[in-house]
C-alpha cells in the first residue's frame, strides 16, 4: 500500500450536499458555488475533486438532490478554473455510448492538462432511468458489471487505438474512430463493495471508492482490491467516503450533529431507501423510527482540529486506505478550516522520512 495519502472532495453538485436534513446548510445546485468549493479545495492543497452523476431527487421537505448539475459538463469548467486538483467526472455506463464517452473525456484531458478522471457507475437506481424509457429491470445485479465491463473495454480500446470494430453482448462499434487519443489516458474511478464490484475494480480501475459499516470491514475490502490488482500485475488505490464535522470544541461540534440530526428530513429518507429497492411500506417504516443520525449519507467524524486529525488517521491506518473523499456540510466554511488547520497534520503523518547522515 502507497504511503502518499490523497485527500479529495465530493462536490456538492445536488441540492442540499450530502446532509439530508432541514437544519443543515442547504448548498445550492450552482455552477458558481461549485467553482468556489473546487478553488477553495485547490488552495488548501486537497488532491482531487469529484462530481456525482444524478438524475431525479428524493422529494421531502428539502426536496434533497431535487436539483442537480450534469457531472462532466460541470467538470469542464472547474477544469479550467483550477491548475492542479484531479478533476473526476461521473459517467453512466447504462446511459451513455461508449463512443460519446471515450471522446467526451478525451476532450477534458485536454481541457484540464491531464489531469481528468472517469468515474464509471452502472446505474443502479430505477428512478433515474425510468423517467427516460431506459430502464432494463431485467438486467441482473452480474449482468450489469458485465456490460459495464464491455463498455469499459471499448472505451480504453477507443483511447489507445486508431479504430475499433468489436460485437458484443451490449455495444457495437464499426470501424469506430476516437482521435485524438489521449494522452495519458484519463484515470478510471470506480465504485463498488459487492465481489463483482471488486473484480471490476481490480482489473480495470486505478482508484476504488468502497464502503462498510466497520473499519474491520473496510479494511478487508481494501486489501482484496489491492491484492486482486497485485495479482493481475495492477495497482489499484482505495478510498472511502467521510463527512468532517468541525468546531472550536468537541463539545461544539457534537452539539452540530445533534443539531442536523434534530432536522432529519424522514420523507426525503424514505423516498432515497425506496430508490434502492426497498417496498415503499418497510422504507417509510424505516425512516419513520431512524435516529438522527441518518441525516448523514456517509460515516463521519465529529471535533476540534487536533480530535478530527486524530480520528482521519485512525480511519485510514485501520482500514488500510490509500485516501479519503471529505464532505463538509457547509462547504465554504468547512473547507478552508481544514485545510488550514487539519490537513497539515494528515499531511506530515504520510510524509516520507528522511534519514540524515550522521
Known sequence: MSEHKEYGVFLPNAA??????????????????????????EEVGLDFIMAMAKWRGFGGETDHWGET????????????????????????????????????????????????GMNIVNGAYADEFQQMGIWDETMSHDERYA?????????????????????????????????????????????????????????????AFLGSESLEGMRDLSR???????????????????????????????ALVAHYGDGLDREALSNMRRSWGWAPERALSWAQSAQGEEAFQTPYVTGSAATIAERVLEIVDAAELDGLMLIFPDYL?????????????????????VEVAS
Open 69 to 116: 448539475l450534469e457531472s462532466m459538463t460541470m467538470m469542464a469548467g472547474l477544469a479550467e478554473a483550477t491548475e492542479k486538483v484531479k478533476i473526476w467526472a461521473t459517467v453512466h455506463a447504462n446511459m451513455q455510448n461508449p463512443a460519446f464517452a471515450a471522446k467526451v473525456f478525451t476532450t477534458l484531458q485536454q481541457i484540464s492538462h491531464g489531469r481528468a
Open 147 to 207: 456490460m459495464t465491463e464491455e463498455w469499459t473495454q471499448a472505451v480504453l480500446r477507443l483511447w489507445s487505438e486508431p479504430s475499433v470494430t468489436m460485437h458484443g453482448d451490449f455495444f457495437t462499434l464499426t470501424d469506430c474512430e476516437s482521435r485524438p487519443l489521449p494522452d495519458p489516458r484519463p484515470t478510471i474511478i470506480s465504485a463498488g463493495r459487492s465481489d463483482r464490484g471488486r473484480a471490476f475494480q481490480a482489473q480495470y480501475a486505478d482508484g
Open 16 to 41: 442540499g450536499g450530502w446532509m439530508i436534513s432541514k437544519t443543515a446548510p442547504y448548498p445550492p445546485a450552482s455552477y458558481d458555488y461549485n467553482r468556489q468549493v473546487a478553488r477553495l479545495a
Open 224 to 254: 482484496d482490491v489491492h491484492e486482486r490488482a497485485a495479482a493481475a500485475g495492477r495497482t489499484v488505490r482505495t478510498y472511502s467516503m467521510l463527512t468532517i464535522v468541525q468546531a472550536e470544541t468537541d463539545a461544539e461540534a457534537e
Open 333 to 353: 466554511e468547512g473547507l478552508p478550516r481544514f485545510g488550514e488547520t487539519v490537513l497539515p497534520s494528515l499531511r506530515a503523518a504520510s510524509a516520507p522520512v
